[in-house]
């Protein structure tokens, strides 16, 4: 049983690894969402002042040097420099989630692997529990000795190990 107990602490170990990289992913991606977010409501209100000078500008004869036109200036200067920020802060995020997704994966797969695992190690122990079991019914010389040996609880005792081994052997191929 000592093979299975191994296996099992790799495959733990494995596990934990992973799970501090996409928590610390996963806390990286909340600072990033919330820049994304930042960078978007900047352009969007950039975009609304620049639209509103638009406005203003339109309706009277402003003259070229004047603090509406420049304002108006500013408005799309801004409004492009948080554009173009929250497009790049978006593309991190998806590299982020990119990694995330990536991981989860390979989680996935090892909780499997443990479960598949210490199934097998169960199926182990019972197969060895009834190996003990049919040595002391069936009067061997580790077990108990009866007087009149009783020829169908062998032949019974040999068809639920056989069942016991196709059950195991189905198990395998199943995957479970």
Do not use: C
Not at 26 to 48: C, F, I, M, P, Q
Not at 81 to 98: M, P, Y
């Amino acid at each position: 049983m000592d093979n299975y107990e191994e296996f099992l602490r790799r495959l733990d170990a494995a596990a934990d690894s992973l799970k501090k990289r996409q928590d610390a992913l996963s806390a990286v991606r909340s600072v990033v969402t919330s820049a994304l977010d930042d960078n978007r409501h900047g352009h969007e209100e950039w975009a609304k002042r620049q639209a509103q000078v638009e406005v203003f500008l339109r309706g009277q004869g402003v003259p070229e040097r004047s603090p509406l036109r420049e304002l108006h200036a500013v408005a799309t200067n801004m409004e492009s420099v948080f554009r173009t920020r929250a497009e790049r802060v978006d593309g991190r995020l998806a590299a982020i989630q990119k990694r995330i997704n990536e991981i989860s994966k390979p989680l996935h797969e090892l909780q499997v692997s443990k479960e598949k695992l210490t199934t097998s190690r169960r199926v182990a122990e019972e197969r060895a529990k009834l190996g003990l079991a049919v040595q002391g019914v069936a009067g061997t010389a580790e077990g108990v000795v009866t007087a009149t040996p009783d020829s169908g609880l062998r032949d019974d005792l040999k068809t639920a190990r056989e069942a016991v081994r196709l059950a195991e052997a189905l198990l395998e191929v199943k995957g479970y």
